[in-house]
Every structure is written in structure tokens, then in C-alpha cells.
């Protein structure tokens, strides 16, 4: 629990540390939360007013009394107010509407073919992020914002998407810019989707718990959010966690990003479609059916292909899971976490291989493992871990206490 600060110029973070708190823990009194932030009495009293009179906190009834008198829980209102988050992806947006735990309300997925002039998707999105709230019939006033996660790089200062590999018309474009002036004045955030999956995750997913977990995120390529000591470990341009750069093989095939043998050239969906094509191309695949122009058809015939159990399938799939482990093994054994996530559309139907690939290798090659064990998991949000996330990237700028905002304004 990160405890709160009897400062002046800090009452937006200290209600972030209220607020976090009561999220956290669900039902606290006063005095319970002022046990836990280290803030006065007074200070928590007078927070938890504005609270309540923002509607993002309710009172609900009394504590069992223990001799004393018995003392008003508090909780958040989930109604309180609602987040947007949009996930823009290589052929797909997805938008998500979610109340102030991320809890998904209404959902909208729009196609977005690749060749998709940047602007048009933006367009789209601006659309669907409207209609989710008119449908939804909420009071425009209650939206506290709109997270968007795209694949990386980006200038998160910017909130500009600067070349991501698999969107060759996004280069350089002011994301954040242009769907404020669309959705004014909804306050418009951007991250990169690896680092949203594990927001969505500490959020609305089954991280809440651990202060130290990466979310692997692979959709075409695969990246990881991570949470240090319950902050969001974001590095000098928010482009932190690039694990599917990570090189295994200096030796092997060079990769766009200039590195050889990087962990995407494995474990990755065009990775692993380019040798289910080699196998069909040799006599060995026909079962498998592939179409050979789409990889995200043919990614997910060779999903479908592993839960008929098909051996070639099955192989394909855990021999890349078995290079993802590799990689996550180095993660682990850097930043010491107790919990690894695994999240993303690529995931679907081959997540259990993937799961006890890393789980083998963790077991046996975590540095720590005779302190601790590191618990792996599928994501409990699935598909949706890029959306809900998003949303989640405004609930986590709304209630997340910000040690670096605070030292930026005390000096």
C-alpha cells in the first residue's frame, strides 16, 4: 500500500492514495484508511467529503461493531463515472466502455484493414467511442476519458504514434491530438498496448494482488507491460518492455528492429505462420489448411488445428512457446516478479501451451526460486486485455498514486 503525504501542493495525490486504497481493499472506514496512508484523520475526512460529493465513493453501512461504535464503510461507486478505451490494432479497433472498476458496459469492434489511411481509423474511432456513450445512456459529463493502446513505438509525452512495423501508414501521427479535437473535451491518453494489457490487468484482470508482475502482450508482435513495487514501469518514452526484441540467437535471422534472432522471430504469429508455410510447401502441412495470404486466418487455423490436437500444430506452437519462456525467464530475473500474465489475441485456443512452456522454464531457471515462486496465468480478460486496458489507462491516471508527479511538484 503506498502511503500518502502530509504536504502542501499534494491533495491530488493524496486522493489518489484514498482512492486506491478504498479500490484495493473494497470496504474501509476512515480510521482504516488512515491507518493504512499515514494521513491524519482530518486529511482523510476531508478527501473522502470530496468523494463522496464527486459521487466516486458511497457510503455502505457499518463496520460489526467491536465494542465501540461501530464505524461507515466505504466503497467506490462503480456508476461514479465511466472510462473509453480503444484499441487500435493492425486490421481492428475494438472500444470498450467501461464503469470506474473496468467493468466493460458496451463494446464496439470496427474493421480496419491495414492499408487504412490513418486518419480514417481515427475517424472511426472517434465515432465509436460517441455511439458507445449515447447507446449506453449515460451523462457525457461522467466519462473521466478515453485511453487508446497501439502498438509501439510512440512519443507518450506526444501521445504520438511514431512506426510501428505491421502499420506501414502510421508514421508520426498525433494520435492523442486529433481524436481530442474529435471528442472534445474528453481528455484523450495514449500508451503502448503492452503496457495497457497489464493496467487492464491490475484493474479489471487478476493482478490486483501483485505489486511485481508483467503482462506478456502478443497480438502480430510481443511486448510486456510491467508493474514495479505498484507502478507502472513505463522508461524514458513509455517504450519499455520490448521482449519480443529480446535476442536469442545473435547469430540468426536479423530482425527489422536491427537485432538477430530476436524472440518475435520465434514465438511470434507471422513467425510461427512462416513455418507452418514451409511445412505445407514441403508436403507435410496440408491438414492444416492454410490460406497462405492472410497470417491472422491462418494463425488461427493453426490454433484450431491444435485443439483437434493435430501433431504438426501441436509442435509449431510449443516450439514457440518454449523461445517465449526463454525470454521471460530474462524478464523475471531482472525485475524479480512474482506474476507473469499472458495476454493478447495470440493467445486464443494455444494458451495453454504457451502457459506451461513458461511455466517449465520458470520453474527451473528463475533465479529466485528457491525464495519465491512465480505464478503464471492466462489473462482472465482474454481478447479484450487491449480495450479494457485502455479504459483502464484513465482509472490508473484518475486513481493511481504518482510518485514522480510528486516529486516533480515538491521540488
Not at 85 to 90: L, N, P
Not at 93 to 110: F, I, Y
Not at 191 to 216: K, Q
Request: aromatic content about 4%; overall charge neutral; hydrophobic content about 45%.
Amino acid at each position: 500500500m503506498t502511503g500518502g503525504a502530509n504536504l502542501p501542493l499534494v491533495s491530488s495525490y493524496n486522493r489518489s492514495v484514498v482512492l486506491d486504497a478504498i479500490r484495493s481493499a473494497h470496504d474501509l472506514s476512515r480510521v482504516e484508511l488512515a491507518a493504512m496512508t499515514g494521513l491524519t484523520g482530518a486529511t482523510v475526512s476531508n478527501i473522502v467529503r470530496r468523494l463522496i460529493d464527486e459521487q466516486y465513493v458511497v457510503e455502505m453501512g457499518q463496520s460489526a461493531s467491536t465494542g465501540g461504535k461501530p464505524r461507515t464503510l466505504l466503497r467506490i461507486n462503480p456508476t461514479g463515472g465511466y472510462a473509453v478505451g480503444v484499441q487500435i490494432d493492425v486490421d481492428t479497433t475494438t472500444s470498450v466502455l467501461t464503469d470506474l472498476l473496468g467493468a466493460p458496459l458496451g463494446r464496439q469492434r470496427t474493421a480496419a484493414g491495414q492499408t487504412s489511411r490513418p486518419a480514417t481509423v481515427i475517424a472511426h474511432v472517434a465515432r465509436d467511442v460517441r455511439r458507445l456513450v449515447q447507446d449506453a445512456g449515460i451523462d457525457p459529463r461522467r466519462v473521466v476519458g478515453v485511453g487508446v493502446a497501439t502498438p509501439g513505438p510512440i512519443d507518450h509525452a506526444r501521445g504520438m504514434v511514431l512506426n510501428p512495423p505491421n502499420m506501414g501508414r502510421w508514421q508520426n501521427v498525433p494520435l492523442r491530438e486529433e481524436l481530442e479535437r474529435l471528442l472534445h473535451p474528453w481528455p484523450v491518453l495514449v500508451d503502448n498496448d503492452a503496457t495497457v494489457a497489464a493496467m487492464g490487468e491490475r484493474w479489471a484482470g487478476g493482478a490486483l494482488s501483485s505489486n511485481n508482475f508483467a503482462c506478456i502482450y502478443m497480438g502480430t508482435g510481443i511486448g510486456a507491460g510491467i508493474f514495479v513495487g505498484g507502478q507502472v514501469c513505463r522508461g524514458t518514452s513509455s517504450n519499455s518492455g520490448e521482449i519480443g526484441h529480446i535476442s536469442l540467437d545473435p547469430l540468426g535471422e536479423l530482425c527489422f528492429c536491427g537485432n538477430r534472432g530476436c524472440v518475435e522471430l520465434f514465438s511470434a504469429p507471422p513467425a510461427v505462420v512462416a513455418a507452418a508455410r514451409a511445412r505445407v510447401g514441403a508436403g507435410t502441412g496440408a491438414a492444416l489448411r492454410l490460406t497462405g495470404t492472410s497470417v491472422r486466418q491462418d494463425y488461427a487455423r493453426i490454433g484450431q488445428a491444435v485443439q483437434r490436437g493435430d501433431p504438426l500444430a501441436v509442435e509449431l506452437i510449443s516450439r514457440a512457446a518454449d523461445f517465449l519462456g526463454y525470454a521471460v525467464v530474462t524478464l523475471t530475473n531482472l525485475f524479480d516478479l512474482d506474476l507473469v500474465v499472458l495476454a493478447g489475441p495470440a493467445f486464443a485456443r494455444v494458451g495453454p501451451l504457451f502457459l506451461h512452456a513458461v511455466q517449465r522454464e520458470l520453474a527451473a531457471k528463475s533465479l529466485a526460486r528457491d525464495s519465491h515462486a512465480v505464478e503464471v496465468r492466462l489473462s482472465e480478460i482474454a481478447e479484450d486485455v487491449g480495450s479494457i486496458g485502455a479504459a483502464s489507462l484513465v482509472l490508473h491516471s484518475e486513481f493511481a498514486p504518482r510518485l514522480i508527479s510528486l516529486k516533480s511538484r515538491t521540488g
